[in-house]
């Protein structure tokens, strides 16, 4: 491998490499904010924020890549311009079509990587997170209650305070419950909790001596009642069941299906999903390629216009693969054209400025040169 190669694999691979550790950074702590926020609200389970995370940043891995493999391209071509040391390479008899050699090289084994994550890695990881959070839909309501917090249930018409237990952390201590039903709104106090399970699998919330406050709401009618111990019952024993169906409907979600599932479906959204898989990988080599030309910038301009240009020219890319997507989930586009079109059209664009970039221009034309005055 000549000098030159080896010298723009290095250095694609190192700026690729610093933009896809930031990228991954940002996109990592934009997804913990977002699901603490959701555990704080009970959404999810604190334990599962960190699992949720990662499976969420490996479904976007793709698209990571194929981004930041395009900026290093453009980055690293654009310096080599800013610096003069495209100069040093032109007048070794290089030009600028040099470039492509190196960036396929290191953009297609990068590109079956991408491959590899959108075909099998991400739906796993979206189905990963379907269980996760049929899982904690299923979880018994009181392993959801945290002491010092209030927790809604059952969709708003549970509410549940429960503070620490003075004697054992693991128990529950004194519990503010309040309870809707369609005919009373009830307020819960109680000493303590316990959970038991029934004989035939249904799990309760016993609460130890308290009392209940009822009333109907615009009826005027209200009772005060003390019990020594008040059940509510939490989970049934069909939650193997209901869990099992949870999963068969994440597995309808088509990011979550596995790819030869989609292979057998002759769905349109089947269609439209198997094109985003194919498209990213597909795009990871026609950006690479397409930063060569929107990299070579003249050195006595300003870069910031043209690494504008650059920047919407990618992320027109992508809209046009998720527009794609949506066409042949609508049937407007056909699969066999959808899966090419975009890509097509953005390989004349990549054809198309390298011509501009290398097409010699004629020298302009001066105005005739008048003949010298020869007389004395």
Do not use: C
């Not at 610096?83 to 190196?102: H, I, N, Q, R």
């Not at 509510?232 to 979550?256: F, G, V, W």
């Amino acid at each position: 491998m000549s000098l030159f190669k080896r010298a723009v694999i290095s250095e694609v691979a190192s700026n690729a490499s610093v933009v896809f550790s930031t990228v991954i950074v940002v996109w990592l702590s934009i997804v913990l904010v977002r699901l603490l926020g959701q555990a704080a609200k009970g959404i999810i389970g604190a334990d599962v924020v960190m699992g949720l995370a990662a499976l969420t940043t490996i479904a976007a891995l793709p698209t990571i890549i194929a981004l930041s493999l395009f900026i290093g391209v453009l980055t690293t071509v654009s310096r080599s311009y800013r610096e003069s040391e495209m100069v040093v390479w032109f007048a070794s008899g290089l030009s600028l079509t040099a470039w492509v050699s190196p960036i396929l090289k290191l953009s297609i084994p990068i590109s079956l990587v991408v491959a590899s994550l959108t075909l099998f890695a991400s739906p796993w990881s979206h189905q990963q997170i379907e269980d996760y959070r049929a899982r904690f839909d299923l979880r018994s309501d009181i392993s959801q209650v945290t002491a010092g917090d209030f927790l809604e249930l059952d969709a708003g018409n549970r509410v549940v305070f429960v503070e620490p237990s003075a004697t054992n952390p693991d128990d529950l201590g004194r519990v503010f419950a309040r309870v809707l039903d369609d005919t009373w709104h009830s307020v819960i106090n109680a000493q303590g909790a316990r959970t038991e399970v029934a004989p035939n699998g249904d799990r309760f919330l016993v609460l130890e001596k308290g009392t209940r406050f009822d009333l109907v709401p615009g009826g005027g009618q209200s009772r005060l009642s003390a019990f020594d111990a008040f059940a509510i019952r939490l989970q049934t024993d069909n939650a193997d069941e209901t869990l099992a169906q949870a999963r068969e409907r994440a597995l309808s979600n088509r990011k979550a299906r596995p790819t030869w599932l989609l292979l057998e479906d002759d769905a349109n959204n089947s269609n439209g999903q198997l094109m985003w898989r194919l498209a990213i990988p597909l795009a990871a080599i026609n950006l690479a390629l397409l930063a060569i030309p929107l990299g070579a910038v003249s050195p006595r301009v300003g870069r910031s216009f043209d690494l504008l240009i650059a920047g919407m020219v990618a992320l027109l890319y992508m809209n046009l693969i998720n527009a794609s997507h949506g066409w042949i989930n609508n049937a407007v586009l056909p699969f066999d054209v959808g899966v090419w079109l975009v890509h097509g059209l953005f390989l004349l664009l990549t054809i198309g400025l390298f011509w501009w970039r290398l097409r010699i221009k004629a020298p302009k034309q001066s105005g005739p040169i008048a003949p010298a005055n020869t007389s004395a």
